[in-house]
């Protein structure tokens, strides 16, 4: 997808604040993060929304969901942490390319709140 951001991201024509990166998966922090500690898991390959996701996925979904705690404990958060995928305008989603955010840490104004 040759106008997609994330995929320009993933390509390394734009800039990031990586976290972690292997063939298939990205991990870089979120450029306008809303908790002290914010950064997303992308597949590398262009797949827009999690309901466009196939069976073929099913084990590249299973990685993301792997890594996050990984992740998550290296940039500081042992004690816990959120995970959230928006998908479709319903869902707040942003970005057409599927992502997870991980997010959480200790600050004054970030309370992690209810679902
Ligand atoms: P969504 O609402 O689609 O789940 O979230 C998209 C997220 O991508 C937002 O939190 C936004 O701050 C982040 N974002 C958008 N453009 C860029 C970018 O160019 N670089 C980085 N690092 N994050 C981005
Ligand atoms: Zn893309």
Redesign the pocket.
Known sequence: MSDC?FCK?AAGE?P??KVYEDGDLLA?????P?APVHF?IIPKEHIARLDEAHARHEWLLGRMLLLAPMLAKEQGLGHGFRT?I?TGPGG????YHL?M?IFGGESADYRPHRL
């Open positions: 951001i991201i734009i990031c604040r870089f922090h979120d450029i306008n809303v997303m959230v928006n707040g989603q942003e970005v992502h955010h």
